[in-house]
């Protein structure tokens, strides 16, 4: 009988023990999920995108009064320059079509950027392959 009590004490005391194992790798899986830096490191064109989704939303949102903006005019009857103040509105999609803009230079800057430096490497190879063909032909 003392036998059988002490397997299941040993029984009791593995399965709490993994059971510790499983809430604290649960516990790890949890930080891990809400923690932005993990997720920007696994997802940073998806996170990426929500900030820039957000930042348009809350945009939206924001009440701008229209931006005064000071420009030289010239007076035509004396030829004299003279300041004019004019009132530009705040349009939130000039704002979204500016930051798109934006994303699609920076992407065709560096992939035109990646294709000239491919095919100056490109270039390097063939050149030093047609020299070796022609120091090969010799022998």
Do not use: C
Not at 13 to 39: A, G, H, M, P
């Amino acid at each position: 009988m003392g036998e059988r009590a002490d397997e299941i004490e040993e029984q009791i005391n593995r399965k709490r023990s993994e059971l510790s194992e499983n809430i604290y790798e649960l516990e790890e899986k949890v930080r891990s999920t809400f923690d932005w830096r993990v997720q920007f490191e696994e997802r940073p064109m998806t996170l990426l995108a929500v900030a820039f989704g957000g930042g348009v939303l809350a945009s939206a949102f924001v009440p701008m009064s229209g931006r005064q903006r000071k420009r030289h005019v010239q007076d035509t009857r004396n030829g004299k320059s003279k300041v004019k103040e004019t009132r530009q509105t705040y349009n939130p999609m000039d704002a979204v079509k500016g930051a798109l803009m934006t994303v699609v230079a920076s992407r065709l800057g560096g992939a035109l950027g990646d294709f000239v430096s491919n095919y100056g490497k490109e270039l390097q190879r063939v050149r030093q392959s047609r020299r070796n063909s022609i120091l090969h032909q010799g022998d």
